[in-house]
T-cell receptor, first 113, second 113 residues
């Protein structure tokens, strides 16, 4: 069935380190792909999205490229900050049909000064 | 001016009880959702309503019953609570029949003893 697999956390980094959180998916058709972020005590917020192959989503210094050949949508940031500490969720939305999101398990990121 | 709000934030109750979680959105959206996040952090959709009409109903026990009194509210009522119902429940909303970005509430942490 349709699914999203994320790397397990927690990921612990020092400030200004490079970040990569891996995400791969299994889906029929041409899904849209998303990264959501959940800061402590808050709801999920959309971080970035890509709706077709080779699209690059970007926001707040984060980037992810929709790679259909490897069915991946890895999240990257060149220099993380303490304020980036949060849980990051990769998700897909199937093409056609209703707006049903399928989420990965989430990856907790902790950034230390 | 919270966009999507949920009450209560925490809910601790005994097995067998009936409880409700309320969700309200002030974004003027026409579609609302309930998601469940289990102990392993997996987020799964439970229900979706569009203009007060049920459009997504995943395989959940019929002890769970969503109620949408109007477009801005989608409440979740749970009968005969079981230990396995312990989870974080997230409400979300989106516009355009659900084709647009979903905005999430802060979540309700339910603990069944």
């Amino acid at each position: 069935g349709d699914s999203v697999t994320q790397m397990e956390g927690p990921v612990t980094l020092s400030e200004e380190a490079c970040l990569t959180i891996n995400c791969t998916y299994t889906a029929t058709g041409y899904p849209s792909l998303f990264w959501y972020v959940q800061y402590p005590g808050e709801g999920l917020q959309l971080l970035l999205k890509a709706t077709k192959a080779d699209d690059k989503g970007s926001n707040k210094g984060f980037e992810a490229t929709y790679r259909k050949e490897t069915t991946s949508f890895h999240l990257e940031k060149g220099s993380v900050q303490v304020s980036d500490s949060a849980v990051y969720f990769c998700a897909l939305r199937l093409s056609g049909g209703y707006n049903k999101l399928i989420f990965g398990a989430g990856t907790r990121l902790a950034v230390h000064p | 001016d919270t966009a999507v709000s949920q009450t209560p934030k925490y809910l601790v109750t005994q097995m067998g009880n009936d409880k409700s979680i309320k969700c309200e959105q002030n974004l003027g959206h026409d579609t609302m959702y309930w998601y469940k996040q289990d102990s392993k952090k997996f987020l799964k959709i439970m229900f979706s309503y569009n203009n007060k009409e049920l459009i997504i109903n995943e395989t959940v026990p019929n002890r769970f019953s969503p109620k949408s009194p109007d477009k801005a509210h989608l409440n979740l009522h749970i009968n005969s609570l079981e230990l396995g119902d312990s989870a974080v429940y997230f409400c979300a909303s989106s516009q355009d029949g659900g084709r647009e970005t979903q905005y999430f509430g802060p979540g309700t942490r339910l603990l069944v003893l």
